[in-house]
């Protein structure tokens, strides 16, 4: 099955800095890329996602991009806010197949 | 439309027993998948049913089973439990193709 790669597993960044968090994923037929975040005591909830026939997408301060050939998609937040803390997820999936990367604890300080 | 419901919430079982979670998905969707979460491991894929059918299976042993009932509420079973199998169960519903997943908040079970 598909397996993906997340990296950091942590991220410390300074109110107003830009966090950048990494995956790559192995099954070049996945074709749907969703980021989800995860604040303490709560589910997942997805943020952002990219299908397989685009490359970048933006909304507000998160952008993803995904390069399909080296099989890799990364998580771009601007402007860094300490609501922002929390631990983020990426996945790919195949149609409702969808595995998750081990997650990244992102921690913003004032 | 109501959200992704689980119950229960939380549960205290001691090795060797066995136990069952349910989930019910989001009016409409037809997929539920179930997942595992315990700190430093992610979201740890389970299985994935649809239309009654599991289509989908992580690599999980077989005492973690699941079905899906003709309503789309899925219940899983896991059978003999350990001390390992202490975790957050998620489960998440989405429409019949590939999309959104909506996650429900989970059941916390302790394994004594």
Redesign the interface.
Known sequence: GENVEQHPSTLSVQEGDSAVIKCTYSDSASNYFPWYKQELGKRPQLIIDIRSNVGEKKDQRIAVTLNKTAKHFSLHITETQPEDSAVYFCAASIMSDMRFGAGTRLTVKP | KAGVTQTPRYLIKTRGQQVTLSCSPISGHR?V?W?QQTP??????LF?Y?SETQ??K??FPGRFSGRQFSNSRSEMNVSTLELGDSALY?CAS?E??????Y????TRLTVT
Do not use: D, H, I, V
């Open positions: 997929s998948s997942y430093g491991q992610g979201l740890q894929f994935e649809f289509r989908n992580g690599n998620l989405t019949a193709g590939a999309g959104e997943q996650f429900g908040p989970g």
